[in-house]
């Protein structure tokens, strides 16, 4: 066996890591507290070693849905972009940023001890996440679809704050109608 061959995972392995980050996930997003590894891998169909084998402390497993779902936003900028118009992008995103919101719900404690820790590096996440908001900014300022004098940090902040007046899961309508506001104001104004 090559060394390459001794390191690269087992597809069947990589789908079971794959499973336990999409259940984490879902799970994490679910209103009641931190649910247990137990759980998690009773959710995913694989047994408690299965877990522990990718996941070896609920901090690592934390970790990594935290880490996925900062690249799915970061690349969801670029493909939305690919697929609709800037402003459409934009809005589109905001519900993805809803729903990795949402994600920190039931790893609340966990993630803010490793952020304390440092195990997490906060700063690091937000730049992504500027970058990501930036590049569907500048699509749509190129374009015409959104404002140029609205930065990366106004949207940002603002969807923090609706995010904290109306959390999912349970507020989706409101959620939904203050982003609705929010895209409206980021619209150029027609000439007076």
């Known amino acids: 066996m090559t060394e390459t061959e001794r390191r690269a995972p087992r597809a069947d392995a990589a789908r079971n890591r794959e499973q336990l980050l999409a259940v984490a996930a879902r799970v994490f997003a679910s209103p009641g507290g931190e ?5 998690i891998a009773r959710e995913a169909g ?3 070693a299965t877990l522990y084998r990718h996941f070896p402390t609920r901090e690592s497993l ?6 996925d779902q900062v690249v799915r936003l970061t690349a969801g900028a670029h493909e939305l972009l ?3 118009p800037p402003a459409a ?3 589109r995103w905001m519900d993805l940023f809803g729903d990795w ?3 920190k719900n039931g790893m609340l404690g966990t993630l803010l001890a490793m952020i304390e820790s440092g195990e997490i590096a906060h700063a690091r996440t937000r730049t992504e996440l500027l970058a990501a908001i930036t590049t569907i900014l500048d699509a749509g300022r190129a374009t015409g679809d959104l404002r140029d004098d609205v930065t990366a940090e106004d949207i940002a902040a603002s969807l923090i704050g609706i995010f904290t007046v109306a959390p999912r899961p349970g507020h989706e309508a ?3 109608r203050l982003l609705n506001l929010l895209m409206d104001g980021l619209r150029p104004h ?3």
């Open 35 to 39: 649910p247990s590894m137990r759980a």
């Open 46 to 48: 694989v047994g408690i």
């Open 62 to 67: 934390v970790d990594a849905v935290y880490r």
């Open 82 to 84: 690919d697929l609709l």
């Open 89 to 91: 992008a934009m809005r």
């Open 101 to 103: 919101v949402a994600t």
């Open 174 to 176: 409101q959620a939904a």
């Open 190 to 192: 027609p000439a007076r």
